[in-house]
Each structure stands twice: as structure tokens, then as C-alpha cells.
């Protein structure tokens, strides 16, 4: 296990590490610099002396070499907009609302899809489980961008309930923080609870024809206990398995929702990072996106192994 | 005599090739399934829509002379958005650089990976190893994320657009193809085959790519609901077309500002969006289940 854990974790660092370097060798690569856009037509010498200062006057490979180690010590740079705050500081204000965002999804998200699997599992092939079905479908195809716009529309700007825009960190209380992030989180979660729900409507079938449920049935249990207990627990293992890949959908959702919502996360920052093509930014964006993207990845790895002692990893 | 040339002898139909009745079964399937017809209609509806555009749009999609903000009326059935210009008519043209943009790059990016998805599995060695170690770098992100990842290198726009979501959705087409290669090509048919004397070109094309011909169809549709929700996303975030180009993510996120004056602007070109994408998500499962695809996931 811990030789599995070794590998996989220095396995997510060179992925990270093939990502930034794609990326890096990329920007430099497409014809056409920020700083030519910024200066070369007011005073081309500033320029030359910024691009010297920057260190851009050199081999990409020494650009390469020596942004590497910068980064190791955790400089990314400075943003090329504004008071040139650094980069780190900047992303370090991001990551905490990105990650709050993703959390609070993941909630929503199974708060939804659970009740759903299971009432669908029950009653297959009823009216209940077509509402469902239908819904989950529906959830898939709707764009999150588009469900954040219309939460605005109807419970921000309609009834009053809830801020439009804005996050407030946790530190200024908890109802704040969660009012702020209670739409964005629905409007991302929507799409991750469909898959979930599915999953779980699927396994839960699988497991409800097993012969410890009949036995459980049999020594006169509950309903609910054998449900919640036996089956909905060995059904859950296959649901961990498509959260993975359902955190994809939950990320790319909250980057394109945190611009709805004017959040300042990660997606924002990336976003506003390649308008304004401000590089130091997006590849100090890229970097954590990714590492977040792929560490979670590995986390949900791990978890199966909690939620399922049979499973073991060498 | 006249009814045995009205009805051939029965010998003559079953003479027919085993190939020639199976080939259309699968639409007989197809058409029993009512969820399928149903969005199948709703498809050929919005493609028709697109296609005929000036046929069905009642105004010019950027002419600036209705009202501003006017809520749906008889005369503008959706309303007009903050120039004054016609929502119903700029939903109408914005299904064509949607739809054109759904299709174009999937199908750029299923003739990309299954190049080298072939090549990949047909190959096998260091040609593998490139290949496979690249695709799985992008494997490990979603494809809204590389497709935001390449905009960030290639610069935003819509040829930039096309660009990085072909790139960004070519790594599915290329795991299955490999997949379906490693499988297909120790089979006694492709050996019999390169026993008399095919060569690779025509075995891989020949043999075994039309073997793999259903798990990319599926994934293809799967793809193109995916890729127009991309392209919608990055046109939302202004990444994508020039402003004014009427395309439905675009038309949303000129509702940005007006959320409180003027919903129409917002709801109808979301509803186009998910009609679009449920549809085709309808179709895709019924492929699914006709072609008895399992769902690639690992």
C-alpha cells in the first residue's frame, strides 16, 4: 500500500510537472509576446530593457531551467497587470474559494443524487424513476453556466434570497460564506449528482439482488436498516469509482461558474489570466488547477480502499 | 404467370447476402424507441433551423433597429436584447456556427485519434509509448479544461476555438481505437489477412477499423453533445467568436448585464443549448444500447 501510495504520488508530480512544461514551451512558442502588445509601439526600448529584466532575451531553455527553479522555491512570477502582484499571492487568494466551491458541490451534489439512486433503485421502472431518469438527463445537458443564470434570475435578483455575486471568506462566519457559495455550488453540482445518481440506481439494482440482502430480509430486519445498512453500503463502491471521473465535470464547472458568479477562484483567475494575456497568471493557474485536478484523483483512489477493505493495492 | 414476377420466389430473397438485411436493423431498432425518434426530430428540426437560417429567421440576426430590450411579443417571438436586435432571429443563425462547430471538430478529432489510435495499437513498441504517453497526460484532464488549457496557448477566437477542442476531445477516440486494435489484432482474420500478403495500410483500414466502427459511432455523439457545450462555455467566457457573431453561448453572455430587466435574453439561448445536447444525449444512449456498447471508463 505505501509503495503504491509512493508511486502514485510521484506519478501525479510528473504529470503536473509534463502539464506545466507543455504548457510553457507552448506560450513561448505561438508567435506574438504580451510584452511586444504592451510596449513596442509606445517605446520599443523599454521593451527591450522589461524583456531583459523579465529574462526573456534568452534561450528558451534557459528560460525553462530557471523557471523551474524559481518555481520549486515557489516564485511564479509576477502578474503582468496592475501593481505586478506576484503570482503566488494571487493564486494563494484563489485556492481556498476554488476549493470551498468544489466542497460545497460535492455536498449539494450528493445530497441530490443518493435519495434519487436509491428511490429509482426501489421503484425501477416507475413514474418516480422516469422523473428521475429524465432529470439526470437533463441535468447532463444543461450547461452550468447556463442553471447559474438562471438561479440569479429567480433567487437573486427575484426574490432577494441570496447574493448574485461575491464570496466571503469563512473567517467572516459561516452564513455568509455559505450564502455566497449555495447557488455557484448548485449550479456546478447539478451535473456531478446526475452521474452520481445514475451510478447509484445502477449498483443499488446490482446489489439488491444479492443473497445477503435476502438474508438480512429474511432474519426480519427493517427495510430501512437492510437499505441504508446492506445494500446502499456495497453499493456505494462503484459510486466512488465514477466520482473520479466526475470530478472532471465538477472542475471544469466550477472554473466556468466562479465567472458567472464573479468569485475570484482559480477559474477566474485563469480566465481573466488569458484575456488580458498575462502568462506569468495562466501558468500559475494551470499549475494548481492541475495539481488540485490530479491530487483529488489519487484522494478518491484512496478512498475506495476505506470505503471497501477488499480492495488492496501493492 | 404475372405474380411470380410481382413476387419473387422466396429462394431469391433468402439468397440475399447475410450483410445486406442485418446492415439496417439497427435503425429498426432505433425508430422503436420513442425517446430517440422524439429527440431525433427535435435534431433535424434545430440542423434544418441552422441550415436554412435566412429561410426561418424573420429579421436580419444584427440588425439594430427593434426596440431595446423588448419582452417576446407576437412581433418578436423572444423578444429583443439590449440593441434592439431580434433574439429569436440571432438563436435561429446561432445554431449554425453551434452546430458547425459540434460537428466540424469531432469529426476532425475521431480522424485524429483513430490515426493514432491505429497507429498506437497496430504498431505497438516505441510508436505506442509516444503516442500513449501523451494521450494519457490529457486523459488525466477533462476536455473543457484542455480545451481552456489550448485557448491559453493558441489565443482566443473561433478558428483557436476549433483548434483546441478538436485537440481536446481526440484523446477518447484514440484509447478506444488502440483498445479495439490490441483486441482485434491477433484474430484469425487479420492474420489470414497478412498471410496473403495485405498490407498494414489496408489491414488497418480494411479490417479492422470497420470492426471498431460502433464504439467510435457512440462515442462520436457522445463527443458532439460534449463539444457544443464547450464551444457555448468558451464563447460564454468571452474566449471564443468575435463579439456580434451571433452563436448561442455568446448570446447568453450578452445577457449578463440586463439579468434583472430582460430574462428572455438569458433563458432562450440556454434552452436552445440544452435541448440540443439532451437530444443528442438521447440519441447517444439509444446508440448505446443498440450497438451494446459498454461505456468506456477507467
Do not use: C
Not at chain 1, 458567472?260 to 494575456?277: C, D, E, S, T
Not at chain 2, 501523451?134 to 483557436?160: H, K, M, R
Not at chain 2, 458532439?224 to 460564454?236: Q, R, V, Y
Amino acid at each position: 500500500m505505501t509503495k503504491y501510495l509512493i508511486r502514485r504520488f510521484l506519478t501525479s508530480l510528473l504529470v503536473i510537472l509534463g502539464v506545466a512544461t507543455l504548457v510553457f514551451f507552448l506560450l513561448r512558442a505561438v508567435p506574438g509576446d504580451p510584452l511586444g502588445a504592451m510596449l513596442a509601439e509606445v517605446d520599443p526600448t523599454a521593451a527591450e530593457e522589461l524583456r531583459r529584466k523579465l529574462g526573456l532575451d534568452q534561450p528558451v531553455y534557459v528560460q525553462y531551467v530557471l523557471w523551474l527553479g524559481r518555481l520549486l522555491q515557489g516564485d511564479m512570477g509576477n502578474s503582468l497587470y496592475g501593481s505586478n502582484v506576484s503570482v503566488s499571492r494571487i493564486i494563494g487568494e484563489a485556492v481556498p474559494r476554488t476549493l470551498s466551491l468544489t466542497f460545497l458541490s460535492t455536498i449539494v451534489a450528493l445530497a441530490i443524487a443518493l435519495p434519487a439512486g436509491i428511490l429509482s433503485a426501489l421503484r425501477k421502472n416507475s413514474l418516480v424513476d422516469y422523473f428521475f431518469t429524465f432529470f439526470a438527463f437533463l441535468g447532463l445537458s444543461m450547461p452550468d453556466f447556463w442553471l447559474g443564470v438562471l438561479l440569479i434570475i429567480v433567487f437573486a435578483v427575484n426574490l432577494r434570497w441570496l447574493p448574485a455575486i461575491g464570496y466571503a471568506p469563512l473567517s467572516e462566519g459561516l452564513w455568509p460564506w455559505f450564502s455566497h457559495l449555495l447557488l455557484p455550488a448548485i449550479a456546478t453540482g447539478t451535473g456531478f449528482s446526475a452521474i452520481i445518481a445514475r451510478m447509484t440506481r445502477s449498483a443499488m439494482l446490482e446489489v439488491l439482488k444479492a443473497d445477503y440482502i435476502k438474508v438480512a430480509h429474511a432474519k426480519g430486519l427493517r427495510n430501512q436498516v437492510v437499505i441504508l445498512r446492506h445494500a446502499l453500503r456495497n453499493a456505494l463502491i462503484p459510486v466512488v469509482t465514477v466520482m473520479g471521473i466526475a470530478f472532471a465535470l465538477l472542475m471544469s464547472g466550477a472554473v466556468i461558474v466562479e465567472n458567472v458568479f464573479a468569485i475570484k477562484g482559480l477559474g477566474r483567475v485563469l480566465i481573466q489570466g488569458i484575456l488580458n494575456r498575462d502568462y506569468p497568471l495562466v501558468q500559475g493557474a494551470i499549475l494548481l488547477v492541475s495539481t488540485i485536478f490530479v491530487f483529488s484523483n489519487l484522494l478518491v483512489d484512496i478512498l475506495y480502499t476505506i470505503i471497501d477493505p477488499r480492495i488492496q493495492y501493492d | 404467370m404475372s405474380h411470380s414476377i410481382s413476387h419473387p420466389p422466396q429462394r431469391q430473397m433468402d439468397a440475399l447476402p447475410q450483410r445486406e438485411r442485418s446492415r439496417w436493423l439497427w435503425l429498426n431498432a432505433l425508430l422503436r424507441r420513442v425517446p430517440a425518434v422524439a429527440a431525433l426530430v427535435v435534431i433535424t428540426v434545430i440542423v434544418l433551423a441552422g441550415i436554412l437560417a435566412p429561410l426561418v429567421a424573420p429579421y436580419d440576426p444584427n440588425a439594430q433597429e427593434y426596440g431595446f430590450m423588448e419582452a417576446p411579443s407576437v412581433a418578436h417571438w423572444l423578444g429583443t436584447d439590449d440593441l434592439g436586435r431580434d433574439l429569436f432571429s440571432r438563436i435561429v443563425y446561432g445554431a449554425r456556427i453551434s452546430l458547425f462547430v459540434g460537428v466540424v471538430t469531432v469529426l476532425l478529432s475521431m480522424i485524429l485519434g483513430v490515426l493514432l489510435g491505429l497507429l498506437a495499437g497496430y504498431y505497438g513498441g516505441w510508436v505506442d509509448n509516444v503516442i500513449m504517453r501523451y494521450i494519457d497526460l490529457q486523459w488525466a484532464f477533462p476536455n473543457f479544461i484542455i480545451a481552456v488549457y489550448l485557448v491559453a496557448v493558441f489565443g482566443t477566437g473561433l478558428s483557436n476555438v476549433i483548434v483546441a477542442v478538436t485537440l481536446a476531445f481526440l484523446d477518447d477516440f484514440a484509447r478506444i481505437v488502440r483498445g479495439m486494435v490490441l483486441s482485434l489484432r491477433t484474430q484469425d482474420f487479420v492474420i489470414a489477412s497478412r498471410a496473403t500478403g495485405a498490407r498494414d495500410l489496408r489491414i488497418m483500414l480494411r479490417h479492422i477499423l470497420p470492426n471498431a466502427a460502433a464504439p467510435i459511432i457512440v462515442q462520436a455523439t457522445v463527443s458532439i453533445s460534449a463539444a457544443i457545450l464547450a464551444e457555448a462555455g468558451l464563447s460564454f467566457l468571452g474566449l471564443g467568436v468575435k463579439p456580434s457573431t451571433p452563436t448561442w453561448g455568446l448570446i447568453l453572455s450578452d445577457a449578463r448585464s440586463f439579468f434583472s430587466r430582460a430574462w428572455w435574453m438569458a433563458v432562450f439561448p440556454g434552452l436552445a443549448i440544452t435541448l440540443t445536447v439532451l437530444s443528442i444525449n438521447f440519441l447517444g444512449d439509444a446508440l448505446r444500447d443498440i450497438f451494446d456498447v459498454r461505456e468506456y471508463a477507467d
